[in-house]
């Protein structure tokens, strides 16, 4: 069983920054993709941004040339650094891990943004 610990999330003015951080462990043999989803009120999740164990990484168009990924694979910890942010980012947001065939979820961290 693996377990994500989410950090990073509250309240910002539209246009400020946040780093979210996720760090995964327990039974961790080789981590494959990481990465992040979110829930806005009302809406589905959405993909926000992955990066696989090459660091190759993917982004939802909405938050392209704002948000930025990263993984620290000697931490088994997953970032996202996101800039310029938008009212319309307020979601609940959730770190993904893949490992194995398997993916873990972490319980959501809240990022609200004010205009």
């Known amino acids: 069983q693996v377990q994500l610990v989410e950090s990073g999330g509250g309240l910002v003015q539209a246009g400020g920054s946040l780093r979210l951080s996720c760090a995964a462990s327990?039974?961790?043999?080789?981590?494959?993709?990481m990465g992040w989803h979110r829930q806005a009120p009302g809406k589905q999740r959405e993909l926000v941004a992955t990066?696989?164990?090459?660091?190759?990484?993917n982004y939802a168009d909405a938050v392209k040339e704002r948000f930025t990924i990263a993984r620290d694979n000697a931490k088994n910890t997953v970032y996202l650094q996101m800039n310029s942010l938008k009212p319309e980012d307020t979601a609940v947001y959730y770190c993904?891990?893949?490992?194995?065939?398997?993916?873990?979820w972490g319980q959501g961290t809240q990022v609200t943004v004010s205009s």
């Open positions: 327990g039974h961790i043999s080789s981590i494959k993709t």
């Open positions: 990066i696989t164990s090459g660091s190759r990484t």
């Open positions: 993904l891990v893949q490992v194995g065939p398997y993916v873990d």
